[in-house]
């Protein structure tokens, strides 16, 4: 029976556990919600953090720095002139701009030679809004520097008013890819959510008033909490640490860098107001309580694998209950047979509601369940609960050592396809690649709709499909 004709009896009111689908309505202990009451609560929580933001900023004493009117001088000449007031103020916000546009260098290197994630470039919409937001975002640094050191007060003002745009669109596109960021959600969000808050509420402020040298220069600042983001990781990566949680305590400190510049003292009380809202929030509004919901808030997502290396160990552990050393292969056998009640070496609708409550009852463990039933059948065997539950994130795509001549778009493509061609038939198979694209961190829909559309109906890729129509995924996997 095909995976189609199955769903279609789920729908018809089958409900024999031999028939019944694998599928996000019926595994795990709570039933998963309607998708579009998930995405309204997720949407009521940011507007409420949004909110908050908004009434900090606007609470937030402005400091009195002289407007910038001397129409023969650059603003940087003005400061050295001792035109501006409140110059210890100023000079360490200058101090500050000058060491972030030197990390600007680095960082607009880092993006032009590493592909984007394919959770920003695999559908349309993302796609656009990744590249809105590089380009916006270059363009408010170029437009900073000018606006900083040209004397023409014409060109100043251009550049200004041009810079308060690019802000404005640079947030929108930021606000739009909160949906898929790295880190553990419950800092992550209320934090960029409020970065967002400061730097639009401030670029608004620059358009209306372009000869504010103080709103100029909070613009320009706060652009770069992700300039500073990416510097963090970069040393905690050399010094290997805050292991585990290296997205997470970068961007705290990115913002609780630049918060001060902006909003003064209130600016770091201000983001721990937000994140402890943010929890408070979601306790009330989600479907997830205790552990799970603490999962949800507080375990990091990585960049190359939404199932981390530690959540495969915590699964492993919390599934075996058990200290055997037996070999892997042996011990998923244990824990595969200690579910399967009836003895039928599959695992039904009713065991993998069990195994779904032990992992914590997410969309990601929904996810993995329903692809896991390779055949349709609507039950696991052990090969597919071996495949795709017990390995579950397991694919590490390999890093080009650095002393190596760079590989040709052929070499690249066919390093990742073999790796993903595990049963080495020459093909893989659809579900393996829609399960790494779910371990990857896409979205809800996104992995789906990715391969829907590009797919074409294809049930296994030969290389030759892979190399000319997956090119985001293997120029991703391997750099």
Known sequence: ???????????????????????KDHIGSVPIKNPREHV???????????????????????????????PSSSLLNSYLA??????????????????SVFFDIFVVYFHVATPPHPKFVLITSRKISIYTHLVSGITEIVCGIIAFTVT????????????????ITH????????????????????????????????????????TSAYFLMVTFLVLHAYVWCRVFIFFFRMFSAFNGYVYTVAITLSGNLLFPFALGPIGNLGFILVAVEYSILEYFFSNKKGKDLSRKLFVEHERYALITEGTIKA???????????????????????????DGTGKLGVNELQSIAKVLGDNRTVVKILEMADVDG????????????????????????????????????????????????????????????????????????????????????????????????IWSFAVV
């Open 1 to 23: 029976m095909s995976r189609k004709e199955v769903k279609q009896r789920k729908k018809s009111g089958d409900q024999s556990n031999e028939n019944q689908t694998v599928t």
């Open 40 to 70: 309204g609560k997720e949407f009521l929580v940011k507007f409420i953090i949004l909110i908050t933001s908004i009434v900090i900023v606007q609470a937030s004493p402005i400091p009195t720095v002289d407007v910038h009117k001397d």
């Open 82 to 99: 001792g035109k501006l007031n409140s110059i210890e103020y100023v000079t360490q916000m200058l101090i500050a701009a000058v060491v």
């Open 152 to 167: 023409d007060q014409r060109v100043q003002q251009t550049a200004t008013v041009v810079l308060a745009l690019a802000s």
């Open 171 to 210: 947030s929108m596109t930021a606000y739009y890819q909160t949906e898929v960021l790295f880190g553990a959600k419950g800092i992550m969000n209320p934090i960029y959510l409020y970065i967002i808050t400061i730097h639009i509420t401030f670029a608004f402020r620059l358009f209306f008033t372009p």
């Open 315 to 341: 699964w492993k552990e919390r599934l075996a209950q058990t200290g055997s050393i037996n070999p892997d292969e042996k011990m998923a056998k244990e824990v595969f047979d200690s579910y399967d009640k």
């Open 377 to 472: 059948d609507g039950n696991i065997s052990f090969e597919e609960f071996y495949r795709f539950i017990w390995n579950a994130g397991t694919h590490r795509l390999p890093k080009k050592p650095a002393t190596e001549m760079p590989l040709s778009d052929e070499e690249q493509a066919r390093t990742v396809f073999d790796l993903l061609d595990a049963d080495k038939s020459g093909y893989i198979d659809v579900v393996e690649l829609e399960m790494l694209l779910t371990q990857w961190g896409l979205p809800e829909g996104d992995a789906e709709a990715y391969m829907t559309s590009n797919l074409k109906g294809h049930k296994q890729i030969s290389f030759d499909f892979f190399l000319h129509n997956l090119k985001p």
